[in-house]
């Protein structure tokens, strides 16, 4: 056999649903099947990896044979890769309440139309919601003697409203997705307020941008929390000389009081209880008290970067896993939200995210916002629409001046490497000075 200094295999079997309905008409329901495993062998300077559908990992005679497959590619590797040291252990999976697999699909379906039925409300042009369920039953061995398996099953949907008048077109939307169950029922609310937000946008007055004073709702807050810090903290991205955050651990890099997190075993949309490399999971303070003390890490990229601790491996069905982000927001202050809008006085409070760009590396990023309000005298005024928020990572961190206490955390799903993971992001509402806003108002 070739020489192996190390090897892991990780199988996952399960299950994905999807519906979508556009307007009333459904345009696809049904459920599909996996399984697929990944193996890894660690040669005597990198990986081989081999990726393979069913495979029987109670086979000593199947797992040996795909090893020395792996081992075969490793042996032709060129770049010296090492493993640092890691813990293991598996942290329970929390209880389901309602199992989605004792729910069939015509009742999902049901429930899902009567989401997006509730977006149409007056002047809504056109609909669209979409419900999401995976199940995945995962197994991990390598050849330390470590072994375990969980499942998780996680659900969501997602609603979007147009509304439009005189050519003029708006857009709302709502989404909600949970670690715990099903989650379908009762959700009504939020596809009338999807509709309800892209209907009162055809009245928001368009923006005015420039430098100002702006506060962030929890979502917006968040999406700039992992977009611009977390993604910046992937120790791969740093060994690769990709984030603005390279080289500085212990610098002051944001305002007295900023703690920022990831924490892959708190119970949100981004829960795991092991990592994909079989490492235990922990609250990693990215950032505390303003100061940069942690990367993200897997085994890999620790051994060549160091400054944290590995469990943020992660990867999509049948992919190799990499340094990825689970539960990243920023911790609460002690200011309520009456007082962050009364400090501000005059400027603009910026409402949900409607996507946008980062570059770590460069350390600037552009964020658009759903919507927003102006605040005159303390006080939210006049809705606005077409706002968005743009700066450089580390004078904007700077630039936080009060932190709020209602963090709230918004799930969704994060893509990097051509793999998609779930994902969430919060933030309790902060407070910017010298906010660069962006709009088309004069």
Not at 134 to 150: A, H, K, P, T
Not at 205 to 229: C, N, S, Y
Not at 253 to 278: K, M, N, Q, R, T
């Amino acid at each position: 056999m070739a020489e192996a200094r190390y090897y892991d295999i990780r199988c996952v079997q399960g299950e994905i649903t999807l519906i979508d309905i556009d307007n009333g008409v459904i345009e696809s329901a049904g459920t599909s099947y996996f399984d697929r495993a990944v193996v890894r062998v660690l040669g005597p300077k990198g990986w081989g990896i081999l990726t393979r559908d069913h495979v029987e990992i109670d086979s000593k005679r199947e797992i040996d044979a795909l090893v020395e497959a792996a081992a075969r590619l490793a042996a032709v590797t060129g770049d010296q890769i090492d493993l640092a040291d890691a813990p293991r252990a598996l942290l329970p999976v929390p209880p389901l309440g309602e199992d989605p697999r004792d729910i069939d699909l015509e009742e999902k379906t049901r429930l899902l139309a009567g989401i997006e039925s509730a977006a149409r409300v007056p002047e809504v042009a056109n609909t669209r919601a979409r419900y999401t369920e995976g199940i995945d039953s995962v197994r991990f061995l390598d050849s330390s003697g470590n072994e375990f398996s969980y499942e998780a099953v996680r659900s969501g949907f997602s609603v979007i409203a147009i509304a439009s008048r005189n050519g003029m077109m708006q857009m709302g939307s709502e989404r909600d997705h949970i670690t715990t169950g099903f989650n379908l029922r009762d959700k009504q609310d939020l596809g009338r307020k999807a509709g309800e937000v892209a209907v009162s946008l055809l009245d928001a007055k368009l923006a005015k941008g420039g430098t100002k004073r702006a506060v962030l709702d929890q979502e917006l807050a968040g999406v700039f929390t992992h977009e611009a810090v977390g993604h910046a903290s992937e120790g791969d991205l740093v060994r690769e000389g990709a984030s603005v955050l390279a080289g500085r651990i212990g610098e002051r890099i944001g305002c007295e009081g900023l703690v920022i997190v990831d924490d892959p075993s708190l119970h949100e949309f981004g829960f795991i209880p092991v990592d994909a490399e079989g490492v235990a999971v922990r609250r990693t303070e990215v950032i505390c008290d303003g100061i940069l003390t942690s990367y993200l890490h897997n085994r890999e990229t620790l051994a060549a970067v160091g400054n944290g601790v590995p469990g943020h491996a992660r990867a999509e069905h049948g992919a190799p896993p990499i340094v990825r982000m689970s539960n990243t927001f920023i911790e609460n202050g002690d200011a309520t939200y009456d007082e962050i809008l009364s400090e501000c006085k005059d400027g603009i409070l910026l409402i949900g995210s409607r996507g946008g760009q980062v570059d770590p590396g460069r350390g600037v990023f552009q964020f658009n916002a759903e919507y927003g309000y102006l605040i005159e005298g303390g006080e939210t005024t006049d809705m606005v629409r077409d706002v968005s928020l743009s700066g450089e990572i580390l004078t904007t961190l700077h630039d936080i001046t009060l932190l709020g206490n209602d963090r709230k955390m918004s799930p969704g799903y994060c893509g990097k490497g051509g793999q998609t993971v779930p994902v969430s992001d919060g933030a309790p509402h902060i407070l910017l000075e010298n906010a660069m806003v962006g709009g088309r108002g004069i």
